[in-house]
């Protein structure tokens, strides 16, 4: 029983016998529902006019929440045990722990809390290792000579670690380049975590030490832990990311000027903090500002990630398929249409 096959009223004698006899039009009209692709091609999706954005899915968005109830968790085990056996085998566990989780909290929703992750895990973490221990040796060092002839004014300490601090995350921006926008912020973030890390430690080994009371320690670790996401986390975050905007702005100049009014305040901040007492008012409103800085900072990174806007026009599952066919190469499957004869 024959198959009727329409035809073109286009198409030639040869190409309507063409399609009766294998039941293909060689020259199918351009459309979603008849474009067909070459042989051996898989079927062709049909095209969609939706261009509404399919993003990166980031299952570890909320990495960071576990990573602050467990390392909360962990430590509140450590004191206990301790406070219990008597046994100061645990004190550098409580002071890793007391140290460690709330800067690693930050971290990972600065590089896991948008809709794509920042960065690698290599160089996040060689930034955190290198800022921090280059940042409180250097910082050390010149704070000491600067003692020693009495010329060292709050001010000066803050320039020092501030400056100290930028150095890995400079030399990372000038060796890979400033080719995603968030990264400046992460980095900024990675090197002042290290920094807070490593000084935390040593204001808790020294607070036992002074007092030989593990009450004394916890009480300045948690104090520390607390607040330092306001101080040196926020500060190198907010002055790295105006530094690292400076290659990627269109108007280079005004970039520049707010590279260094984030400096001049950074410094502002960090000079308000050391002056006032630890734990005061001051701390606290000094840290908000800070805290409150970052994190915007942070959110319109994530807002604006190029790739995260990016339309997927055959969405598959996990998010955009970067090998997917564009719709304007199915428009342009099979010769082009002939004149009728």
Request: proline content about 8%; glycine content about 10%.
């Amino acid at each position: 029983m024959a198959t009727f096959v329409p035809t073109d009223p286009r198409q030639s004698t040869a190409d309507r016998t063409h399609t009766a006899q294998h039941g293909v039009d060689p020259y199918p009209p351009i459309g979603p529902a008849t474009a067909m692709p070459p042989t051996g091609m898989p079927p062709i999706p049909p095209l969609t006019t939706d261009r509404t954005p399919v993003p990166a899915r980031n299952r570890s968005r909320f990495a960071w929440l576990g990573i602050l109830i467990g390392g909360a968790v962990l430590y509140w085990l450590v004191l206990t045990t301790m406070i219990t056996t008597g046994n100061v085998i645990y004190f550098p566990t409580m002071l890793l722990l007391g140290s460690t989780v709330v800067p690693a909290t930050v971290l990972t929703y600065a590089v896991r809390g948008g809709r794509r992750p920042v960065g690698s895990i290599g160089l996040v973490v060689l930034t955190a290792v290198g800022g921090g221990i280059l940042g409180t040796l250097a910082a050390g060092a010149l704070e000491y000579r600067l003692a020693e002839v009495g010329l060292l004014p709050m001010v000066a300490v803050a320039v020092i670690e501030e400056g100290a601090k930028l150095v890995i995350p400079v030399l990372v921006m000038l060796i890979i380049g400033a080719h995603d926008r968030r990264l400046g912020v992460v980095l900024g973030i990675a090197s002042g975590m290290g920094f807070a890390i490593l000084e935390t430690m040593g204001y808790g080994f020294a607070a036992l030490l002074a007092s030989g009371s593990i009450a004394a320690a916890d009480q300045t670790l948690v104090i520390r832990a607390l607040l330092s996401p306001a101080c040196h986390i926020a500060w190198t975050g907010i002055a790295m990311a105006a530094i690292w905007n400076i290659q990627t702005a269109r108007q280079r100049d005004l970039a520049v000027v707010k590279a260094m009014v984030a400096a001049v305040g950074v410094i502002a901040l960090h000079t308000v903090w050391n002056t006032a007492t630890q734990g005061s008012v001051v701390q606290w409103i000094v840290g908000l500002v800070s805290l409150g800085v970052l994190l915007s900072m942070l959110r319109r990174a994530h807002r604006e990630d190029p790739l995260a806007r990016r339309v997927d026009p055959y969405p598959v599952a996990g998010g955009f398929d970067p090998a997917a066919p564009s719709p304007q190469t199915y428009r342009s499957v099979g010769p082009a249409p002939r004149n009728a004869a």
